[in-house]
């Protein structure tokens, strides 16, 4: 796969144009590429490249939004069918409050399905009552939180404040998008365990969670 490839995605999805990007799609996997291969080293560095842009003020926030939904549009295309044993590890994601961004979400979750964990995906714009309120359910205690804003990265710690509150203290925390590539402090200050960058990133950092929780007797 080359990197031309991604960088025409990233283009068509710019501009907006499904079609465009459907046809650099489907170029790929006309030169037999499968499924999961599309997903990781074609749609996944797409996303990389317009998150790394966005961050990086390339791209304004408008086109960014636009950009996501193409996105969004075109995600059945590429993403992959679960085909790995159930790991038993179950993971909560959603995007904060009052964020309403949607790639990073969708990347990291497509990528831990593909591998057999449970995802429960609770979209956008999550409260962090509502991220007590699974783990809860769910007793998972693997939590991922996505922000494409400054100002909901910085209220992530609102979650770990609800958790801690709600007498949840062994729940790890991971948080993914362009303000923590930004600031490299800014996962401490709000209390996460870890940064995600891209789906290999969220791969390793959720088995490296449940090994340590296991270890220490938290999850089965």
């Known amino acids: 796969m080359s990197d031309d490839a991604s960088a025409r995605l990233y283009q068509a999805l710019v501009n907006q144009d499904a079609a465009a990007a459907i046809s650099v799609i489907e170029q790929v996997r006309g030169a ?9 080293s074609l749609f996944a560095p797409a996303m990389s490249l317009l998150g790394g842009a966005w961050a990086a003020g390339t791209i304004d926030e408008y086109t960014f939004t636009q950009a996501a939904v193409v996105a969004e549009q075109i995600g059945s ?7 790995a044993q159930d790991t038993g590890v179950t993971v909560l994601l959603g995007t904060m409050h009052r964020d ?21 995906d609770l979209g956008a714009d ?10 809860d359910e769910t007793g998972a205690r693997i939590v ?27 729940a790890v925390i991971l948080v993914s998008g362009g303000p923590f590539a930004a600031d490299k402090t800014l996962a401490r200050t709000v209390g996460a365990n870890g940064v995600i960058s891209g789906a290999e990133s969220a791969l390793k950092l959720v088995s490296r969670a449940a090994r340590d929780l296991r270890k220490a007797g938290r999850i089965s």
């Open 126 to 135: 999550v409260r962090p009552a509502e991220f007590l309120e699974r783990l």
């Open 144 to 170: 991922i939180v996505c922000a494409q804003m400054m100002a909901t990265a910085r209220s992530i710690l609102r979650v770990r404040e609800m958790f801690l509150t709600g007498g949840v203290d062994d």
């Open 77 to 83: 295309f590429v993403m992959p069918s679960s085909t």
């Open 100 to 120: 309403h961004h949607s790639i990073d979400r969708n990347i990291i979750a497509a990528a831990l399905k593909e591998a057999g964990h449970r995802v429960i």
């Open 32 to 40: 037999s590429s499968d499924t999961g291969t599309l997903f990781e």
